[in-house]
């Protein structure tokens, strides 16, 4: 089955504690795409990919790392975590920049 | 100002009745709309993908972009209360390719 994954689904976390959240796809996919959703603001991006070791900045990276070593994944890393950060996460994917996103099922962090 | 708004709701209508969700957007330079639906605790998922003015349909659902005003519209004919989910529509052109720009959901609840 076609699908982004990530994990974990659901994390709960210290400020400063470092770290990482997996997204993975199966698709072959050129482009992978990180963002984030909270109430009122929507969907916003934090970084994208463009393929393998080909990563930039979105709307809200500050913050966040991300890395593209293998085609299929690429992981979130939040080094060291802020109250802020606490969202709900999503991972994209589509077989080139510009056309339509698959999403993952989300990943809700929540950071005290 | 936003450069997609959206209303949130939430909008509740009746089974069988005809939705009418809206977005309008300010970038005259967006190129390429899409749909997406998401359910609670899930990722989005593509629901339509449009280019240019007009009508594109599918099933019981009928996107519309109207470019001369900058707006677009879903239309869900028959709703069901399967239909229930937050509705976000997403844009983007050819020079910003490499993200969506997203409104922030509607919120849609389809009662028996």
């Known amino acids: 089955e076609a699908q982004v994954t990530q994990n974990p689904r659901y994390l709960i976390t210290v400020t400063g504690k470092k770290l990482t959240v997996t997204c993975s796809q199966n698709?072959?996919?050129?482009?992978m795409s990180w963002y984030r959703q909270d109430p009122g603001l929507g969907l916003r991006q934090i970084y994208y990919s463009m393929n393998v070791e080909v990563t930039d900045k979105g709307d809200v990276p500050e913050g966040y790392k991300v890395s593209r070593k293998e085609k299929r994944n690429f992981p979130l890393i939040l080094e060291s975590p802020s109250p802020n950060q606490t969202s709900l996460y999503f991972c994209a994917s589509s077989y080139r920049v510009g056309r339509e996103q698959y999403f993952g099922p989300g990943t809700r962090l929540t950071v005290t | 100002q936003k450069e997609v708004e959206q209303d949130p709701g939430p909008l509740s209508v009746p089974e069988g009745a005809i939705v009418s969700l809206n977005c309008t957007y300010s970038?005259?330079?967006?190129?390429?709309f899409m749909w997406y639906r998401q359910y609670s605790r899930k990722g989005p998922e593509l629901l339509m993908y449009t280019y240019s003015s007009g009508n594109k349909e599918d099933g019981r659902f009928t996107a519309q972009v109207d470019k001369s005003s900058k707006y677009i519209s879903l239309f869900i004919r028959d709703s069901q209360p399967s239909d229930s989910a937050t509705y976000l529509c997403a844009t983007f052109n050819t020079g910003t390719a490499s993200k969506l720009t997203f409104g922030t959901g509607t919120r849609l609840q389809v009662t028996l």
């Open positions: 698709m072959n996919h050129e482009y």
């Open positions: 970038n005259s330079a967006f190129q390429y």
